[in-house]
């Protein structure tokens, strides 16, 4: 699944959508506000049971399922990126992770 890194957003944020997608049942995750960048909405908090991105698998990592298309992409938030090393270098951004 294609995501966007977004430091700013405190957790990894999807629709609801890619989520039935990628077999997620979030109905049964508490129903929550959420501030967007297009204003609130509304969402379930869910737990993945791990999320694996280049190899970097992190084990329970808290989610945000917001109802209808939004965002398009993936929103690899911090509850995600905490755990990896971020570095940019003349413009690329590289995600590392110590074994």
Known sequence: VPVLVDTG???V???AGQARSLGIDFRGGLRVPV???GG???AWAVSLDSLEVGGM???GVQA???EGDFPATVLLGMSYLQHVDIRESNGVLFLSRDW
Do not use: F, G, I, Y
């Open 35 to 37: 501030e967007t960048a």
């Open 40 to 42: 609130r909405a509304s």
């Open 57 to 59: 698998r992190v084990d």
């Open 13 to 15: 944020a999807l629709n």
């Open 9 to 11: 957003a405190n957790v």
């Open 64 to 66: 945000t399922v917001l």
